[in-house]
């Protein structure tokens, strides 16, 4: 598991601490600008200690995970996507990108 660069949220929204995929030496203001004007161009995490949200940009949430159960389902489009397996328990390969959970 690679060790994210982790800052303060800058958001008013969403409280806790945003987890970033960079290099250690990396400019965290230039990062946290980045993420304020939505020129961040990568997929982020923002991790309030109860829950985690996996945004590809400021605007755009991809997953919602409780951290104390995170095979739970808690978007309804997820819950949906993952329906199918009402009539195909037992599929042989699944893709689904979204959250882990990291301990």
């Known amino acids: 598991m690679p060790d994210y660069f982790q800052i303060p949220s800058p958001f008013e929204v969403e409280t806790g601490t945003i987890l970033l995929l960079e ?8 990062l946290r600008q980045q993420l304020l004007d939505e020129t961040y161009p990568k997929p982020f995490v923002v991790d ?8 590809f940009n400021v605007r755009l949430m991809q997953s919602e995970m409780l951290t104390r159960t995170p095979n739970s ?19 042989k390969r699944v ?8 301990r």
């Open 95 to 102: 893709v689904l990108i979204g959250l882990v959970a990291v």
């Open 48 to 55: 309030n200690g109860e829950r985690r949200y996996l945004y």
């Open 23 to 30: 290099p250690k030496w990396a400019r965290e203001n230039e």
């Open 73 to 91: 389902l808690e978007l309804r489009y997820t819950q949906k996507m993952m329906a199918f397996l009402l009539f195909h328990p037992r599929p």
